[in-house]
């Protein structure tokens, strides 16, 4: 049974950092597309970063140049390192696992049989 458990969220003000993590457990982790996506009041879910099977990134237009998305295959732990945070980064930030290897950048590319981990809210003020 797959597992992802985010922390790392909280409140910061705009200019901040935040290092978001997502532990992942029961399956084979390097063989699934991992990304982090993230839905502000209001808004629809929208992918933000995602490592596919072969490694490669890819990142949504509206943080490029701020966050970085890493892992760390040995511990199944997948990262988000936010930095310059701005207000409209407010939003429950999600991870999330798909079987299929990728893409995995919109939730509309995302199989059925993706897992998602609970969230952590990350509030930025300014």
């Known amino acids: 049974q797959v597992q992802l458990v985010e922390s790392g969220g909280g409140s910061v003000q705009a200019g901040g950092s935040l290092r978001l993590s997502c532990a992942a457990s029961?399956?084979?982790?390097?063989?699934?597309?991992m990304g982090w996506f993230r839905q502000g009041p209001g808004k629809e879910r929208e992918g933000v970063a995602a490592?596919?099977?072969?490694?490669?990134?890819w990142y949504v237009d509206s943080v490029k140049g701020r966050f970085t998305i890493s892992q760390d295959v040995a511990k199944n732990t997948l990262y988000l390192q936010m930095n310059s945070l701005k207000p409209e980064d407010t939003a429950m930030y999600y991870c999330a696992a798909d079987p299929l290897g990728g893409p995995c950048y919109t939730p509309s590319q995302l199989s059925r049989g993706t897992s998602w981990g609970q969230g952590t809210q990350v509030t930025v003020s300014s």
């Open positions: 490592i596919n099977n072969d490694g490669n990134m």
């Open positions: 029961g399956y084979t982790y390097r063989r699934y597309c």
